[in-house]
C-alpha cells in the first residue's frame, strides 16, 4: 500500500477543482484543501504497522503514533518544461564594474533653469503662437512662403520673434560652452563657470546682432532692401530652427551618463552645419531671383559669411 495518503479520502471525496489546485481553498466555501504529501523515512516506520493491519487512512494511525503535519499552503501545478529563477542565489543582471563609477559632473546648477526657461519659451510660443510656428515651419522649407510673410510683415520686430532669438541665444551659448568644456578650450582669463557661459552668451548675440545690421547697410547701399530684408529673415528662421534642435543635444551633453559626449558634440556639429549650409543655399537662391545680379559678388559674400564661419566652428570642434 502507498504510503501517500489523503486523510479526507473516505469521510469527504476531494473535487479537484481549478481553484483548489492553484490556489489551496475551494472558492465556494472557503475550506483549507489537502494534499498528498511524501513521508519521512522516520515517518513512514512508524506509519507501517497500522498500514499492515489493514487500516486504510492515514488518520486511524495516527491515533496511536503521531499526528500528521497538515499543509494547506497553495498547490501549484509542476511544469517540467518552465524554467524558474532562484532569487537567493543570484541573478542574470552581472555587474560590469568591480566597484562604484564616480558620476562626471559637467552640469552646474545654474544650467538645468537656464534650459528650462528655453524650453518654456518654446513650449509658450507654440501654445499661445501656434499658427505663427505653423508658418514659420512651413516656411523653412517654402521659399515663396518666406517672399510672402517678409513682404506682408515685418517679422523681426514681433514679440515671438523676439522671444526666438533670445532663446536661440541661449541655446548656441549653453552648446558653446558644453563644448568648451570638454574639449578642454582655453580662454584667457575666464573661468569654466557662469562667466564662460556669459562670455558665449555676449559673443553670439554680438555676432549676430553685427550681422543683421551689416546686411541692413548692404541693403541700403545697393538698393537691395527686399532681398536684404528675405536673406536676414533666412538667417533668423534657419537660426531658430537649429535652436530648437539643438536641446535635446544640449540636455544629454549635461546630463548623459551613458551616451559618448564625442558622439553628442560630433552630431550637434553636424546639424548647425547642415544649418548654415541650408542658409547658403537659401541666400544663392536669393541671389539668382535679383536681375543683373553678379554671380561673383554673390559668391564672395556667401564664403565670407556663411562658409568661413562654418571652416571656423568645425575647426574648433574637431
Not at 550681422?211 to 528662421?237: H, P, Q, S
Request: aromatic residues 14%; proline residues 4%.
Amino acid at each position: 500500500m502507498s504510503i501517500f495518503q489523503d486523510s479526507t479520502h473516505q469521510t469527504q471525496p476531494a473535487l479537484a477543482t481549478d481553484s483548489q489546485r492553484v490556489f489551496g481553498t475551494d472558492s465556494l466555501i472557503r475550506r483549507p484543501v489537502r494534499r498528498m504529501v511524501p513521508m519521512h523515512a522516520d515517518t513512514a516506520r512508524h506509519f507501517l504497522p497500522g498500514l499492515a493491519h489493514n487500516q486504510d487512512s492515514i488518520g486511524d494511525s495516527t491515533q496511536e503514533q503521531a499526528d500528521l503535519q497538515l499543509f494547506t499552503s497553495p498547490i501549484v501545478p509542476q511544469h517540467p518544461t518552465t524554467k524558474f529563477l532562484d532569487l537567493y542565489k543570484g541573478h542574470e543582471l552581472q555587474p560590469t564594474n568591480d566597484g562604484p563609477v564616480i558620476r562626471k559632473d559637467n552640469s552646474p546648477d545654474w544650467l538645468f533653469p537656464i534650459l528650462i526657461l528655453v524650453i518654456f519659451v518654446f513650449t509658450w510660443l507654440r501654445i499661445f503662437y501656434s499658427k505663427y510656428f505653423s508658418q514659420m515651419i512651413q516656411a523653412l522649407l517654402n521659399n515663396n512662403l518666406t517672399n510672402q510673410i517678409v513682404r506682408d510683415e515685418n517679422i523681426l520686430v514681433q514679440r515671438a520673434s523676439v522671444f526666438l532669438s533670445v532663446a536661440f541665444h541661449l541655446t548656441g551659448a549653453l552648446f558653446l560652452y558644453l563644448v568648451s568644456i570638454h574639449l578642454g578650450w582655453e580662454i584667457g582669463g575666464i573661468g569654466t563657470g557662469f562667466s564662460r557661459f556669459l562670455f558665449f552668451a555676449i559673443l553670439v548675440t554680438a555676432v549676430y546682432s553685427f550681422k543683421f545690421l551689416f546686411l541692413k547697410i548692404c541693403g541700403w547701399l545697393f538698393d537691395l532692401d527686399r532681398e536684404m530684408a528675405t536673406y536676414t529673415f533666412n538667417v533668423f528662421l534657419i537660426n531658430n530652427a537649429v535652436g530648437i534642435v539643438l536641446v535635446p543635444i544640449i540636455a544629454l551633453l549635461a546630463y548623459n551618463q551613458w551616451l559618448s559626449t564625442s558622439s553628442l558634440i560630433y552630431t550637434g556639429a553636424i546639424l548647425v552645419s547642415l544649418g548654415l549650409l541650408y542658409r547658403a543655399v537659401r541666400g544663392v537662391l536669393i541671389g539668382f531671383s535679383v536681375p543683373g545680379f553678379s554671380f561673383l559678388y554673390l559668391i564672395l559674400f556667401l564664403l565670407t559669411f556663411e562658409i568661413a564661419p562654418l571652416l571656423v566652428f568645425v575647426r574648433l570642434i574637431l
